[in-house]
C-alpha cells in the first residue's frame, strides 16, 4: 500500500466523504441559504497555450501580436499516441496526457490486462470501481461475467495457449465519478490512443463490447442492439459489436445474443487461423 500525501490524501477523502453521503441517499448538494455560483465565479476561459513572455516596449512596437493558439486535445492526443513505439511508451503517454480531467479522480490509470499477441482484443468502456482500485480492466462483477462468456468458449485473458489468449483494454483508462458516461469530448480525446493500441497490439480481431466502444471505435450512433453480432471493421481489422456483461447482468433474457455472437467469433477465429 502506497502512503499519499498533500492534495491526494484530501482529494480521496473528500471523494470516500461523497461518496458515503450518496450511498446515504444524498442526491442534492444545497446550503442554507442559495448561492448564486454563477454570479461568484467567472466563466472559465477557454483552454489557450501559455502566454509569451513580457517584451519591451520597442519590441513589442516592432513584432506583431502572436496569435493565442487554441489547444486542440484530439490532436495533441493524436501527437502523442504516434509517438508511442511500444506499449509501454504508450501507458506512459496517457499518463502524461494532460487534457483529460477524469484522471485527476482516479486511484489508478487502467491500461490493459491478458496476454500481448492475442488474437482477440477487446475494448470495453471504463473501469468502474473495482477497476480503479486494482488497476485492471474487467475484474468486477461484469468482468466475472465477461470471464465466464469467454471460457464457454475455450478462451481466457491468461489462458496459456496464444490461440486462446485474450488481451483487454477500455475506450477510457480512467473512471469516470459515479461511473457516468463518458462525454463525447473524453471520447473523441481517447480514441487515438485505442486507435494505437489496437495497432501495437496487433490482435486479429476486435470486440467492441457495449454501447460506448462500439460507437465511439466505429464513429456511430446505431443502437448496440441493432448492430451487435453484425461484422464492421476498425483499423483495418474485423471488430463485432457485443453487449457489454454489465447489460446482460441487467438483462439476462439478452445472454442468447450474446451466445450467438461468441459462436460466431469462434467460427471467425477458425476460418481465419
Ligand atoms: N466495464 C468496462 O467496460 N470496462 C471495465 O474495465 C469494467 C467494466
Not at 517584451?55 to 499516441?81: G, H, N
Not at 480525446?189 to 486507435?195: A, D, E, G, N, S
Request: charged share 25%.
Amino acid at each position: 500500500m502506497s502512503l499519499q500525501t498533500g492534495w491526494e490524501t484530501d482529494w480521496h477523502i473528500a471523494r470516500a466523504c461523497l461518496e458515503w453521503q450518496v450511498d446515504m441517499g444524498v442526491d442534492e448538494a444545497i446550503c442554507d441559504a442559495p448561492l448564486d455560483r454563477f454570479a461568484l465565479d467567472p466563466a472559465p476561459a477557454p483552454k489557450t497555450a501559455p502566454k509569451p513572455a513580457p517584451q519591451s516596449p520597442a519590441k513589442a512596437a516592432a513584432a506583431p501580436a502572436a496569435p493565442e493558439v487554441e489547444i486542440d486535445p484530439v490532436r495533441e492526443a493524436e501527437t502523442m499516441a504516434t509517438a508511442a513505439a511500444d506499449l509501454d511508451a504508450l501507458a506512459a503517454a496517457l499518463a502524461d496526457y494532460p487534457h483529460c480531467e477524469l484522471k485527476l479522480g482516479a486511484r489508478n490509470l487502467v491500461f490493459s490486462d491478458g496476454r500481448i499477441g492475442a488474437r482477440v482484443m477487446i475494448v470495453g468502456e471504463a473501469p468502474g470501481r473495482e477497476e480503479d482500485l486494482r488497476g485492471r480492466p474487467f475484474v468486477g462483477e461484469a468482468g466475472q461475467l465477461l470471464d465466464r462468456m469467454f471460457a464457454a468458449i475455450g478462451m481466457g485473458r491468461d489462458h496459456p495457449d496464444m490461440a486462446q489468449a485474450l488481451y483487454i483494454t477500455n475506450i477510457l483508462p480512467w473512471r469516470p465519478p459515479q461511473n457516468r458516461d463518458p462525454s463525447p469530448e473524453e471520447r473523441a480525446m481517447m480514441r487515438p490512443f485505442v486507435l494505437r493500441h489496437i495497432e501495437l497490439a496487433a490482435p486479429d480481431i476486435l470486440v467492441l463490447m457495449g454501447r460506448i466502444s462500439s460507437s465511439t471505435m466505429l464513429g456511430s450512433n446505431d443502437g448496440i442492439t441493432k448492430i451487435r453480432g453484425q461484422w464492421r471493421e476498425v483499423a483495418g481489422r474485423p471488430a463485432l459489436p457485443m453487449l457489454h456483461p454489465a447489460y446482460l447482468l441487467r438483462n439476462p433474457a439478452a445472454k442468447r445474443e450474446a451466445w450467438a455472437d461468441l459462436l460466431a467469433l469462434q467460427a471467425r477465429l477458425r476460418t481465419s487461423s
